[in-house]
């Protein structure tokens, strides 16, 4: 029997922030917890769980289909059967010495919440996440003791014309993207009554495996740039000024044909022979980097970077699961450059950059950063956040004149099919706090992309002007 708390009306429980969106109600909300005994006592955290933010990543899903009566019903069973074999969900995160955070498994539960929105789906336009898909996706009251946070809330909200919205908010330090979307669909697989595989069943929870040092010492063997700040504005101090500056998305959507032009960009020039071809992923990546290095019009001599994460399941020796559930990423950036060279340079130029800061991932460079980050006496000036204040002179920066980049083209978030189909969206539930390009693989699986770029407002018009002119010029 499942034993979950209801709580009837508006959403009361004090760590998540009551909406007060007329366009959309709280119903109900409920405290969802595994519905038989799991593990208790504390989960180490890897290094890689450490350096991400503990905040919440949050997600969007878009489904066309109506919403059956017994929805969240269905859901809510589901949930709490599916927290059985992913019981660190239903734990709470504490802060430990040298400012590390540590997980306790204590099965105090998840949240889902049902809303009900007076908006039609057309009235989202293109669900980029700012107003008013905002209503869409649990917030949160950061100032309320950590040990009081649930680690997932799910906001399911029936659309006026009977689509459905579920903004899903899990913290980052739980796990990555890819593990986070194989959740999701291992949680819609049970909703729609199949039957779960092996590696759905029992996921690898434990982190330890991540432990392992290439060195008995435990002692950084490399020199490791991705994790000090990035170049600022010439003649500047400090980012403040760049990090006080308004930001906003667009969404750009690339056909396969697209994609492919862009690659065959990067590989028609100064190609030496019988290199291996840029991928579509550096190609894209490079292009973004140039259109915004344009857009924002920057002196030629300007340095300026990429930063950004990569899977290292594969890179790791041995290789992790592909049913790893955590973070198996690690901080990568693109050899320095200046502005003139990357704009007055082949696209082959940047494509090469990219490529570099992705190939110095080897198992022994991955080893060393972890180590790197396990030797460190505190932690704040490498985690990422959403919370800290703008005045925070040690945040993590990687806006302007810099870039960051966020990669979802491997997350098979099409399988997120909880009764009514494929999603038709899938994206960022909230806009990044500086200047990112987030890549997601297309709905259909044809090789179309989307990516959602967060920038400054001051240099989009110009940068998404660059972007599709820049496609259509054969000089390139």
Known sequence: MIN?????????VPVVTEQS????????SYRVIPNEPTPNGPLWLSESDQMVRWTHAATLYIYKANHKDDAIERMRDSLSMILVHYYPIAGRLRWIQGGRLELDCNAKG?????????????????????????????????????EEIPLLVVQVTRLYD??????????????DGFANVCFINTWAKLVRGDTLDMDE???TLDRSIMLKSSYPSFAPRFDHPEMYPLPLMLGKSDCMEEKNKSLTVATLKLTSQQVEKLKKMANDQTQRKGSRPYSKYEAIVAYIWRCACKARQLDDTQPTQVRFLVDIRNKLNPPLPQNYFGNAVARTVSPMCNVGELISSPLSYASQKIRESIE???????????????????????????????EDRNAPFDGNPNLGVVS??????QKADFGWGKPMHFGPGHMWPSDIGV???????????????????AHMQLFTKFFWQDMLDSSL
């Open 4 to 12: 979950n708390s209801q709580i009837q009306g508006k959403y009361k």
């Open 21 to 28: 969106c007329e366009m959309v109600t709280i119903k109900a």
């Open 110 to 146: 998840v949240v889902l919440m049902e809303s009900e929105s007076t908006k039609r789906m057309a009235e989202y336009g293109d669900f980029s996440p700012k107003e008013p898909i905002e209503d869409l996706i649990p917030t949160f009251d950061y100032t309320q003791p950590i």
């Open 162 to 175: 009977k689509g459905v919205a579920i903004g899903v908010a899990l913290s980052h330090s739980l796990a």
């Open 201 to 203: 069943m029992f996921p």
């Open 360 to 390: 110095i991932l080897t198992n022994e460079y991955i080893r060393s950063q972890q180590d790197f980050i396990r030797g460190q006496e505190h932690l704040d000036w490498i985690r990422a956040s959403y919370i800290r204040p703008k």
């Open 408 to 413: 979802w083209m491997s997350m098979p978030w």
């Open 439 to 457: 890549i997601i693989g297309g709905p259909n699986g044809d090789g179309s992309i989307i990516i959602s770029m967060h920038f400054q407002v």
